[in-house]
């Protein structure tokens, strides 16, 4: 079988082994585990260091080992899984029907929504309408013909600052360099 999880250790210059100090956790996706401690900023700047390679199982049982009860080190809980079937199914109906009050609910809606720029804000009819009778199906995905593009390029001549025939010619040798031209 293969080994597609591993235990690891995070640490710093005053952890001393791994079965009293640092934060000791299993994962199956190295890199994006350590991207999100990185993230989190919880703990402070640490290395890493795997402790056993193997399959989920062997894993969960090496981190049991390692953190057998709460708060050694900079773990919060015990490791080795997160309880048994039995608890977790317990929490499940224990949070079974939990209502929440529709203005929590608005909050949470608010606080997780990504873009607020025009948070709110609703087109009016006449702008919709506009909109959709400009919209033609029929032109999406085709390209500019040669000759709209060299209009477009012309209207665009002599907008922002005019670059100097020395400028243009760094430039030019620059991208030449780059193409290996």
């Not at 773990?75 to 109906?93: F, K, Q």
Request: glycine fraction near 8%; charged fraction near 20%; hydrophobic fraction near 35%.
């Amino acid at each position: 079988m293969a080994n597609d999880c591993c235990v690891y250790w995070l640490y710093d210059e005053t952890c001393t082994t791994p079965a009293v100090s640092g934060y000791v956790g299993i994962t199956c996706r190295l890199s994006h585990r350590m991207t999100e401690h990185i993230r989190s900023r919880k703990f402070p700047s640490f290395q890493t260091k795997v402790l056993f390679d193997g399959t989920l199982k062997q894993c969960l049982r090496e981190e049991r080992r390692y953190r057998p009860a709460s708060h050694i080190g900079w773990n919060t809980a015990p490791g080795g899984g997160s309880g048994s079937e039995a608890a977790r199914a317990h929490m499940s109906a224990a949070l079974m029907g939990h209502a929440v009050a529709p203005a929590a609910l608005v909050a949470l809606m608010l606080r997780n929504k990504g873009n607020t720029f025009a948070l709110g804000h609703k087109q009016t009819p006449e702008h919709q309408a506009k909109i959709r009778a400009a919209y033609n199906p029929r032109n999406r995905g085709h390209t500019h013909t040669t000759e709209t593009k060299a209009k477009m390029s012309a209207a665009m001549m002599g907008r922002g600052h005019p670059q100097s025939l020395e400028t243009r010619a760094k430039i030019s040798a620059t991208l030449t360099a780059r193409r290996g031209v």
